[in-house]
């Protein structure tokens, strides 16, 4: 969906995403629950709505969690909910790594130094290893806040790497589900 790209270019309109979230299905559960998420990245959080999504893999159920986690201000609670939302999105390499950014940054506000140190050290790696850019930006945005918004050109891809093998594994799947 582009609204994701969209709010990682920090160019997000939430009228349009609030318009878009109006022209869903009602039964379309997966993208009901991705545009709340991005709508709590925001910082605009429903709690009572977001309580009512419904829960129909281990995807939305974590997306949830972690929604409800950045509202929470109980710390054992919201900690107990950053750590279930990261079990429940173990299976999707970026949200996983982006529910450990997550955490990273509630722990550094508000809880153990060192358990803060494991969970940064786990994401930034993981997100270096699968070149996610955006979150390499900002897990490095924690420790050293930048000066200057999040650009693509500046976290370039490995030269020496060649995703062709991977691009014709796409396209044979794409042509053969």
């Not at 979230?21 to 991705?34: F, G, Q």
């Not at 173990?90 to 506000?109: D, M, P, R, S, T």
Request: glycine share 2%; net charge negative; charged share 25%.
């Amino acid at each position: 969906m582009a609204c994701e790209i969209d709010f990682n270019c920090n160019t997000l309109n939430s009228e349009a995403l609030d318009k878009y979230l109006t022209s869903l299905y009602e039964k379309d559960h997966i993208e009901i629950t991705n545009c709340h998420y991005i709508k709590a990245k925001t910082g605009v959080i429903d709690k009572t709505l977001v309580k009512q999504l419904v829960m129909v893999n281990p995807y939305t159920q974590g997306l949830q969690q972690l929604i409800l986690a950045f509202a929470e201000t109980d710390t054992a609670i919201a900690t107990e909910l950053y750590e279930k939302a990261i079990e429940n999105l173990k299976h999707i390499k970026y949200y996983y790594v982006e529910a450990l950014f997550f955490f990273a940054k509630f722990l550094k506000n508000a809880g153990p130094t060192s358990r803060y140190a494991d969970i940064y050290q786990q994401g930034f790696e993981l997100a270096q290893r699968h070149y996610f850019r955006f979150l390499i930006y900002k897990f490095e945005d924690l420790v050293e806040p930048k000066s200057i918004p999040y650009d693509s050109k500046n976290y370039p891809l490995p030269d020496n790497k060649n995703f062709d093998a991977y691009i014709n594994f796409l396209i044979k799947k794409l042509q053969n589900p």
